[in-house]
T-cell receptor, first 112, second 111 residues
Framework: SAVISQKPSRDICQRGTSLTIQCQVDSQVTMMFWYRQQPGQSLTLIAT?????????ESGFVIDKFPISRPNLTFSTLTVSNMSPEDSSIYLC?????????FGDGTRLSIL | DAKTTQPPSMDCAEGRAANLPCNHS???????VYWYRQIHSQGPQYIIHGLKNNETNEMASLIITEDRKSSTLILPHATLRDTAVYYCIVRVATNAGKSTFGDGTTLTVKP
């Protein structure tokens, strides 16, 4: 199974700032997925990131707020832009297109 | 993806079997049943999946009814470390990354 590393593991940020979360996988994968888990809630898919093309966003999520990069087959970043307290969540990276998914341990983000 | 229904919480005594039910009455013929769990402060962990036959691995067993409208995840000898939120997800295998997570079942294993 894939090993997924996310950085940072947690952060506390000021409102109005932006934070970029990194996701590194130990094997090449076609698709990477970004999820959000708000406090006390389940996971919600933000977007799918393919190498060499623009990310595909789910309903309710937009590129200006959550820009994503996918420079190669083992790495992706998610930026949370112009943060507000409502963005306080755990952000998780995931892989697994034609097989069971695997998740990183997430980035726990708090906005003051 | 088909919608799933799980009880919000369950308790289990340590050392006993934990049986977690999931209803998925609108499941399609090409959709698999996947189970994940999320231990506090960690990402979801894959447990097991199946299409229509019962499955067993080192972690758990999955029992799928003949009509495929429901399933049960069985942890044969629950330990305190099995305390977690358990998610039942139904989806086609080729769409594996785009999972729709419900609220899951919070399993509490008690000494």
């Amino acid at each position: 199974s894939a090993v997924i590393s996310q950085k940072p593991s947690r952060d506390i940020c000021q409102r109005g700032t932006s934070l970029t979360i990194q996701c590194q996988v130990d094997s090449q994968v076609t698709m990477m997925f970004w999820y959000r888990q708000q406090p006390g809630q389940s996971l919600t898919l933000i977007a799918t990131a393919n190498q060499g093309s623009e990310a595909t966003y789910e309903s309710g999520f937009v590129i200006d707020k959550f820009p994503i990069s996918r420079p190669n087959l083992t790495f992706s970043t998610l930026t949370v832009s112009n943060m507000s307290p409502e963005d306080s969540s755990i952000y998780l990276c995931s892989v697994g297109q034609n097989q069971p998914q695997h998740f990183g341990d997430g980035t726990r983000l708090s906005i003051l | 993806d088909a919608k799933t229904t799980q009880p919000p919480s369950m308790d289990c005594a340590e050392g006993r079997a934990a049986n977690l039910p999931c209803n998925h009455s609108t499941i399609s013929g090409n959709e698999y049943v996947y189970w994940y769990r999320q231990i506090h402060s960690q990402g979801p962990q894959y447990i097991i999946h199946g299409l229509k036959n019962n499955e067993t691995n080192e972690m758990a067993s999955l029992i799928i009814t003949e009509d495929r409208k429901s399933s049960t995840l069985i942890l044969p000898h629950a330990t305190l470390r099995d305390t977690a939120v358990y998610y039942c997800i139904v989806r086609v295998a080729t769409n594996a990354g785009k999972s729709t997570f419900g609220d899951g079942t919070t399993l509490t294993v008690k000494p």
